[in-house]
């Protein structure tokens, strides 16, 4: 159950607001306002953007050629990314992962076809990795 529907079925069977807070580990302001508002409150998760993000198609062309995360850092430098090596290699990580996953449900979806062949070269490429 939510804090927002704990908090009023338990200030719906009597319990107070300073009680209420103490037992779900909450304000007792926020207690106030759950209590005042008809609607669960609604959370919004933030939108980043990817320092790597700009670079996506020189990284990829770069792991393609089957450069390492420092070569791939390095290659980058030059072009002006000024972020840092740990970033390079955790996107790196994360694309990989995600070839992982395409190549997966392509294999999945397609055994023995053409795809599922390319799937199934691709995921031994990975293989490493």
Request: charged letters at 35%; a positive charge.
């Amino acid at each position: 159950m939510y804090k927002w529907q704990q908090i009023k079925a338990l200030r719906a069977g009597g319990m107070g607001i300073k009680s209420i807070a103490k037992k779900i580990w909450v304000s007792k302001n926020t207690v106030r306002r759950y209590l005042r508002s008809p609607e669960p409150p609604e959370f919004k998760t933030r939108e980043y953007e990817k320092i790597l993000d700009r670079h996506e198609e020189d990284v990829q062309e770069m792991l393609t050629k089957e450069y390492i995360g420092t070569r791939i850092y390095s290659e980058l430098s030059k072009i002006g990314y000024q972020g840092s090596l740990s970033t390079v290699h955790r996107y790196i990580h994360e694309a990989r992962r995600e070839a992982r996953r395409d190549f997966q449900k392509a294999a999945e979806q397609d055994p023995s076809g053409e795809a599922g062949q390319k799937a199934k070269r691709g995921l031994e490429m990975l293989k490493g990795y």
